[in-house]
């Protein structure tokens, strides 16, 4: 499921994205249900997760576009600039694919937001 999120980032965003990659992951959850180990911590753990991993989806790409509103922060705010403008501090968004890939695995594993906008 977390692949299948980082490589559905990768995609240029709009309904195919939001409507493909959100069917296959509830796909992916749905069937989860089927594949137990036996162990009953194991699939529940396995269960919140997954959980963890859809409401990321929904968050960073239906409720918000991830690409226009999570940034890697790449300084910090002096408010003593003499102009009174506000210095840039995201990095903008990476243009190859490799890029892309990194920074979208950067935004999935990142759960405290710690250096994210």
């Given at each position: 499921m977390l692949?299948?999120?980082i490589l559905g980032s990768l995609l240029p965003p709009g309904k195919t994205r939001s409507i493909g990659v959100t069917f296959f992951l509830l796909c992916?959850?749905?069937a989860g249900r089927a594949n137990t180990s036996g162990d009953i911590v194991q699939d529940e753990?396995?269960?919140i997760?997954?959980?963890i991993i859809l409401v990321q989806?929904?968050?960073f790409h239906l409720l918000h576009t991830a690409e226009r509103e999570y940034g890697r922060v790449s300084g910090t705010v002096d408010k003593d600039e003499e102009d009174g403008s506000v210095p840039?501090?995201?990095s903008s968004?990476?243009?190859t694919w490799l890029g892309r890939l990194v920074w979208a695995t950067g935004l999935r594993?990142?759960?405290g937001g710690v250096g994210w906008n």
């Open positions: 692949m299948t999120s992916i959850f749905a753990v396995l269960g997760q997954s959980l989806w929904v968050s840039e501090i995201f968004l990476p243009e594993l990142n759960l």
